[in-house]
């Protein structure tokens, strides 16, 4: 890769992929419920986990830019572009991947939620399939002890892309609802296999309700 085109590729994309974000964050009319409850235990030190489905992710990020939440992004070369643009959306990034410093990166956030980190999680990335937990979380949230908190996003106008997770693309001046539930304490007595089904069906049943919340067209 040339000089010019890594410079493009690495300075440039990323400053546009943020303006987009803010262009349609800004514009976005946000109904949001339970993230008072978050800011409440990061006030008082709490770790904790908030998973979101990867298709899901472009307005929450732009909501809760600049609260010091930790993120863990891939060593790819997209991920380095990614990694810039939520540094500048005032994340900390975590790097690593299922395919690449996975397990550094997850003993990195575990060390960061015990001293009292908030954690973003994709449980489904970075490569699906889309909408089913993977291992990662479950072994983040037991390692460090902490509560997972569901995040449902809901949008009234947006496109998806023919991409494995569907990724939702949000139009100007949309709707939408963030939902913010309730901790869940992982039991010690379950396996892997019963927490990711009830993962799923927690995140599953809050991404509903705030799309019903947004007036979005479920399909």
Known sequence: MSKLRK??????????GWLLIHLLGRTARFSVKGLDRVREMMGRGQ?????????????????????????????????EIQARIFRRLGFSII???????????????????EAGGVLAVTPDGPLGPANEVQDGTIFMARKAGVPIIPVGVGISHRKLTPTWDSYAVPMPFCKCALIFDEPI???????????KVMLKTALDD???EAQLLAGEEIA
């Not at 410079?7 to 546009?16: D, E, G, I, N, S």
């Open 7 to 16: 410079a493009f590729k690495y300075r440039l994309v990323p400053l546009l």
């Open 47 to 79: 770790g904790l986990i908030m998973i979101v489905w990867h298709g899901r992710t472009m307005l929450p990020v732009y909501h809760c830019r600049n609260m010091g939440i930790q993120a863990i992004i891939s060593l790819s070369r997209d991920g």
């Open 95 to 113: 790097r690593g991947s299922t395919g690449r410093g996975g397990v550094r990166a997850a003993l990195t956030a575990v060390k960061r939620l």
């Open 185 to 195: 304490i992982l039991p010690q007595n379950a396996d892997d296999a019963e927490l």
């Open 206 to 208: 809050t991404q509903r």
